[in-house]
Structures are given as C-alpha cells and as structure tokens.
C-alpha cells in the first residue's frame, strides 16, 4: 500500500543522534522521531541493537520488540573502536541537537563522548545520559534493567495478590516511562537551545523513573501509613477500586468520590450501603473495606459483566472489562483512535503503538518502518562530507556497516 506522508512535525529541523540500546531509550528517541526530528540511529556494524535479537516472536527475521520501538529512525553502522569510526562519530555529533547514550559512565570518557568533551565541542548540544540508577551516587556504575529498577524502587513489593510474593508488571514499564520522560526533558532542553543556544546535559534513571511512578505510596508511607504490600489490584487509598467478578467474567471499578459513591449504590441495587452513615465518605469506606467489598462482590456475581458495564456507564461510575491482548487490538476505541500502527512492509504482521499523545497540526502519524542494520550508512556519510572512495574504504575496513535500505510496502 502506499502511505500518505505525515505532516511536518514540531520537531521538524531537528537531529537527533540516538546511540542507545535495548528499550529506554530508543523509546525516547522513537518519540522525537515522531514529533518530527531526523533520528540516526548509531549501531555496531554485524550486531546492531540488542533488542534487534530479542524474540520470539520474529516476522521475517525482524524483532517484535526491536520494531516497536525503533520506527521513523535511520540506522548507522559503526565500529566505535576504531579511530576512523570515532571521528566519524564526532563528525555526526558536530551536527546534532540532541545526543542520546546509555553507556557506562567510564566507556563514554575512554572513547571521548562524555557529557563534558562534547558540549565543548559543540555547546549548543543536548546530552541525555540514560542509565539504570543515574550519574552519580554510590551505584551510579551498576548496570540496570527494568525487572531491577522495579524491584528496588519498591514498586514490585507493592503488585500481585494480597499475601503472596511480590510480582514485576508485566510489561517493560520502567523502560516505557523512562522514554517518556527523557523525551519531556529533551523537549524542555531544545526550548532553552532554540532561544539562547544553549545545551542541557539531562540525567535519567530507570529508578528515578520507578520512584515517580512510586509517589503517592512514598508520600502515604512517609506520612505515617502502614508499610504497604501487594494487594490485588485493590487501591491504598480509594475504598471501591479495583476487580470484581461478575457472573461470566471480571471487570473493575473505581469510585472517586462520595457522589459516584451514592450513585453506584443505587444503580446495582445497594441503597442501604448508600444510605448507611458509617460509610458516607471515603475514609469511613476504607475502615470497612472488607464488608463492603463483600457485599458488593456478592452482587456483581449475579449478573453478566455486559449488563453491569452498561448499567454502570449509564450513572457515569468507571469500570471496565478486563481486557485480554486478543480483546484490545480490536477495541473500538483503540481503532477509532488509531493506536496501532501496522509496520510497512510486515503485511500487518508487525505493529507498534502510537505514541501517547495527537497533536492537532500531525493529523497523519508518522510511520516509517524501522531501519535495516546500517542501512542508511552510505547517505549519512555522505551528508557529513565523506567522499564515495572514503565510504568504500571505511567499509572495507570494517570501521562502518553498509545495509540494504528497506522497501515499505
């Protein structure tokens, strides 16, 4: 099929060296792409991104994993052992807005690509180091993943089942929101850039990220609540939030306020639940948690999750399916709003997710297949002013990968 262009984004004008591994940040880099900028990203020739061999699943030898992750994007080969592939790297940097590595600390110095050498060399240059527990600290060199970051920044020992062992979220969380929010500061740092010339060097951590995702148990816990532990999907706050089975399967609902309170009581047939003094406000819900939670369970299980979710959505109290993978490609709201993007080229075999935002002006998101290895090597040396012969050279040298550009389809 032919795709339409996408609009010229915010980010139109900006380029982007993205020299990251596995998830985090080419999540980051991922979303700037989307938001327009021109995104190189920086492989080892042969090898490439870890993530490129992470699977199954594979389509055609690709990664599910690796194309989720890595779309809008050209890929340059280079072997960053190599003098020549050193200074082809500072070439490219010379020509960048934004830098993104999450090396460790003492490699970036050896080859000469810390935060220090390189804005001054290029001062206008936004640094985003990306790391598992951050630049400094007495762990600040240890390597990290997202099953590490949550363990240690207490979210594991809040999720699974009230009395059993604690359990990781079972998707890459950490490395998701760790994208999200280098991609927030890159963004603040590009505003400063624009108006004084001036970089930024931006410091992200799957921990600091874990811990945000953490503040309202640390702000309880630190407030005086008791230490916290998994709870089955139940709220640490909100009285009535969380699963329930119905009669054919479970949904969930959350009550925010008393108002919504009443409302669900008289619209599942609890009035005196409603009426009852003892739990007028939230506080008072919580104390009597368990018989509520009773009570209410023992309603919703005589009726079909369909009828309770419409006769929910009518008094306007939330509350959802639990939803399998099957049942979420095919939401109608996920279509209408256009969430997946099939992978060109993958007959819909592969897709990715839109990114969590839609602007006005990009009424097309932008949706270019994921770069082959090295596949844009030869245009981006050319474009740093390496002749053809010094291109030939390089590559039969080793020093850089040439790939086959990839043919959308």
Not at 62 to 76: D, G, T
Not at 345 to 358: A, T, Y
Request: glycine fraction near 10%; include cysteine; hydrophobic fraction near 40%.
């Amino acid at each position: 099929m032919t795709l339409t262009p996408a609009p010229q984004g915010p980010l139109d004008g900006v380029r982007v060296v993205d020299m990251t591994t596995s998830y985090a940040g080419p999540t980051a880099a991922m979303y700037l792409a989307d938001l327009g900028a021109t995104v190189v990203k920086v492989e080892r020739p042969g090898h490439g991104d870890d993530t490129r061999s992470w699977g199954p699943p594979f389509v055609d030898g690709a990664s599910a994993w690796f194309s989720s992750a890595n779309r809008n994007k050209r890929s340059l080969a280079v072997n960053l052992r190599a003098d020549t592939g050193r200074e082809v790297l500072s070439r490219l940097l010379d020509t960048a807005d934004v830098f993104l590595q999450n090396m460790n600390p003492s490699k970036l110095t050896r080859l000469g690509i810390d935060s220090e050498t390189l804005r001054a060399r290029n001062p206008r240059l936004v640094y985003c180091a990306m790391s598992g527990f951050g630049l400094d600290g007495p762990d600040s060199g240890l390597p990290g993943y997202d099953l590490v970051a949550q363990a240690r920044s207490g979210l594991m020992s809040v999720t699974g089942e009230r009395g059993r062992s604690p359990q990781r979220v079972s998707t890459a969380l950490s490395d998701v929101v760790t994208g999200m929010a280098a991609a927030i500061a890159i963004n603040a740092a590009l505003v400063r850039q624009r108006r004084s010339g001036e970089g930024e060097t931006i410091d992200v951590s799957l921990l600091d990220t874990d811990l945000a995702l953490m503040a309202p148990r640390i702000a309880a816990y630190c407030a005086g609540e008791a230490e916290p532990a998994p709870s089955g999907g139940t709220d640490s706050v909100l009285a009535v939030y969380q699963p329930f089975e119905t009669a054919d399967r479970p949904i969930v609902v959350a009550i925010g306020n008393n108002a919504m309170w009443q409302r669900f009581c008289d619209a599942v047939g609890l009035p005196e639940l409603g009426a009852d003094p003892a739990l007028a406000d939230n506080a008072d819900r919580r104390e009597h948690r368990p018989r509520i939670t009773g009570v209410v369970a023992r309603r919703l299980a005589t009726r079909p999750a369909a009828e309770w979710l419409r006769v929910l959505g009518d008094v306007q109290v939330p509350a959802s399916l639990v939803q399998s993978l099957s049942e979420v490609v095919k939401d109608p709201q996920v279509v209408a709003r256009g969430s997946l993007l099939p992978v060109p080229g993958s007959q819909d075999e592969l897709v990715s997710v839109r990114s969590p935002f839609r602007l006005a002006s990009q009424t097309v998101p932008r949706n270019e297949r994921f770069p082959e290895l090295g596949a844009d090597t030869r245009d981006v040396l050319g474009e740093l002013g390496y002749s053809d012969q010094e291109i030939t050279d390089l590559a039969s040298a080793g020093t850089i990968g040439v790939g086959t550009p990839a043919v959308a389809s």
